[in-house]
Nanobody, 118 residues
Framework: EVQLQASGGGLVQAGGSLNLSCATSGFTFEDYAIGWVRQAPGTERDGVSCIESRDGGTYYLNSVKGRFTISRDNAKNTVSLQMRNLKPEDTALYFC???????????WGQGTQVTVSS
């Protein structure tokens, strides 16, 4: 059974930091890119960041560049998203997903809520 478990969300003041983690199982982790996607109430899902499977290439939404850092640990089958200098507009439900940074995602986990107060 494929599982992606996102954790690490919470309530933080603007300017603060959070570190999200995605623990995975049930598929060959090193064969999949892993991404973080967020969705705020009343909006569509937005790709935040993605890390490639083999070369570890990374991609970021323009609005989070320089503030968010994605990394993966192929030995532990986990992906992290370090978020710094958080802004109220970062408030959303954050999902981790496995698939392709270019084409889209095959597997999704449940979300973890990030709330940034002003």
């Amino acid at each position: 059974e494929v599982q992606l478990q996102a954790s690490g969300g919470g309530l933080v003041q603007a300017g603060g930091s959070l570190n999200l983690s995605c623990a995975t199982s049930g598929f060959t982790f090193e064969d999949y890119a892993i991404g973080w996607v967020r969705q705020a109430p009343g909006t569509e899902r937005d790709g935040v960041s993605c890390i490639e499977s083999r070369d570890g290439g990374t991609y970021y939404l323009n609005s989070v560049k320089g503030r968010f850092t994605i990394s993966r640990d192929n030995a532990k089958n986990t992906v992290s998203l370090q978020m710094r200098n958080l802004k109220p507009e970062d408030t959303a439900l954050y999902f981790c997903a496995a698939g392709s940074c270019d084409v889209g995602y095959d597997y999704w986990g449940q979300g973890t809520q990030v709330t940034v107060s002003s």
